[in-house]
């Protein structure tokens, strides 16, 4: 066994990054573990990265940190089976950097996130999977990585969705395929001019795209397409129970999606470079275990800490925001001499008095809105075939918009049907 550390976090996603930065920075000893080869090696995301938070912990990260582009193009699209209608909301990319969102690839950005955590001081160990606990007068007291046990006065667990330390601990968030979606993603590699004209962004803007609709066959779900400075990230989240219930499978789906007329053109000539799947908790507050244990805490998505509602799907952000929060957590507890689940009970206060806590609970009917079945294929379909009428002169006396609107919903949804959805979405996006 041995001599230990202060502070042990599990896992170099984000969460893990920000606790263990936070901790190494106020002089802290913590070690940082992660299984893959180097932090990010495996992780995925969509994926659009919020600064606000980041910003909070490394002020100006975005002069330094390896983000691709600066999102100032955000466009939600609804498909049918082969056409599609489009907000598009564009700005001149002025606003505060500190804000913006900035797409992010994994593999080098959580690289860098465990690099300014040595940076700090904290000790960072890659490719050494956290297999158990150590347990010590009913408390947690350590893990056991590669064999080894090595003792901690307090353990993070940051090890993402499906944790196993969190289970180990009995703070399992309880996984079933109708509360976690599975992400399929592909990064395609396309040289930086063609990005730039084909998705109208200037050197360093860029653009995010939002789908809805055919892009998962019209089951719960979603698409998405984002631009990175000289590849595009390209992927569909689909709810694991709709794929089982459907018997559809997200990389065929991500197939079908790459050829809708929607995006063929956008994707047009670009090889792919990588091609990843992974897990994302989507049961909202409900599905939020207790955070904390004697000698515990758990951080970001290995506590379920994920707001996805139809009008955002925000992780990284919750996973900096609650791996801050444990670090301060540890701070006060450390004060006081006391890693029981007493000392360590302020995390919840803290994630409370944070957005981490207070978006759950304000879109916590979000889950149960993104459930309807109307939302991901009547409403595109009729978005579509509403456009395509109104777009077309065919010679005949032409109806109003209403009129249109009206012959388009008929058999397929009723004026009640549409004002109740549109009164829940009301409280819910
Ligand atoms: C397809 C897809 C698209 C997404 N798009 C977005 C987006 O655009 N914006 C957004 O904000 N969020 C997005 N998310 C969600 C976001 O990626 C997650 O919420 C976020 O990554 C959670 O961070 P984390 O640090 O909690 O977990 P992770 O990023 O999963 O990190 C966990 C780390 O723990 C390591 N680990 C696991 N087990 C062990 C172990 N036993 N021992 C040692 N190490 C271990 C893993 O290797 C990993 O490095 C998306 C997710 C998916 C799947």
């Not at 100032?72 to 049918?80: A, P």
């Not at 690099?115 to 890659?126: C, D, F, L, S």
């Not at 066959?217 to 992927?235: A, I, K």
């Given at each position: 066994m041995s001599d230990g550390f202060e502070v042990i976090v599990v896992g170099a996603g984000p969460a893990g990054c920000a606790a263990a930065y936070s901790l190494a920075r106020a002089g802290i000893e913590v070690?940082?573990?992660?299984?893959?080869?180097?932090?990010?090696?495996?992780?995925?995301?969509?994926?659009v990265l919020y600064g606000s938070v980041l910003n909070g912990l490394m002020p100006e990260f975005w002069r330094e940190a390896p983000v691709e582009r600066?999102?100032?193009?955000?466009?939600?699209?609804?498909?049918?089976?082969?056409s599609s209608v489009s907000i598009d909301y564009n700005t001149d990319g002025s606003g505060s950097p500190a804000s913006a969102g900035y797409t992010v690839l994994r593999a080098k950005f959580d690289r860098w996130l465990a690099?300014?955590?040595?940076?700090?001081?904290?000790?960072?160990?890659?490719g050494s999977r956290a297999d158990d606990l150590i347990m010590e007068d009913g408390r947690i007291a350590g893990i056991v990585a590669g064999g080894d046990s090595i003792p901690a006065k307090v353990v993070i667990a940051a090890d993402g969705v499906n944790s196993l330390l969190a289970s180990k601990a009995g703070l399992g968030v309880g996984l079933s395929p109708g509360n976690v979606n599975q992400g399929v993603k592909e990064i395609i590699s396309l040289p930086r001019q063609t990005i730039e004209d084909r998705f109208n962004v200037g050197a360093d803007g860029g653009a995010a795209i939002h789908y809805l609709g055919f892009c998962?066959?019209?089951?719960?779900?979603?698409?998405?397409?984002?631009?990175?400075?000289?590849?595009?990230?390209?992927?569909v989240v689909v709810q694991l129970r709709a794929l089982i219930e459907n018997r559809l499978r997200g990389v065929e789906l991500l197939a079908?999606?790459?050829e809708h007329p929607a995006v063929r053109e956008l994707v047009k000539g670009g090889t792919t470079v990588e091609y990843s799947a992974h897990l994302v908790p989507a049961g909202g507050l409900?599905?939020?275990p207790r955070l904390f244990t004697d000698g515990m805490l758990v951080a970001g998505d290995a506590a379920a800490l994920v707001l996805a509602t139809g009008r955002a799907l925000e992780g990284l952000n919750f996973a900096l925001a609650s791996g801050i929060a444990a670090a301060e957590t540890v701070k006060l507890a450390r004060d006081k001499g006391d890693f029981s689940r007493t000392g360590l009970s302020q995390y919840a206060r803290l994630l409370g008095e944070s957005f981490v806590l207070q978006d759950l609970s304000h879109f916590q009917r979000a889950p149960q809105f993104l459930d309807n079945p109307r939302l991901y294929s009547t409403y595109p379909d009729l978005a579509c075939g509403l456009a395509g009428k109104v777009f077309e002169v065919d010679g005949q006396p032409k109806m109003t918009a209403w009129e249109l609107a009206k012959a388009e919903m008929k058999g397929k949804v009723s004026l009640w049907q549409l004002v109740r959805d549109a009164m829940a979405a009301r409280k819910t996006i």
């Open positions: 070690l940082l573990v992660e299984r893959a080869k180097f932090a990010g090696a495996k992780n995925v995301t969509g994926g600066r999102v100032h193009r955000h466009i939600i699209s609804l498909l049918s089976e082969k690099q300014k955590v040595e940076e700090a001081g904290g000790m960072v160990i890659t998962t066959r019209g089951v719960h779900g979603g698409g998405f397409l984002y631009t990175n400075q000289e590849s595009l990230s390209l992927g079908s999606f790459k409900r599905m939020v």
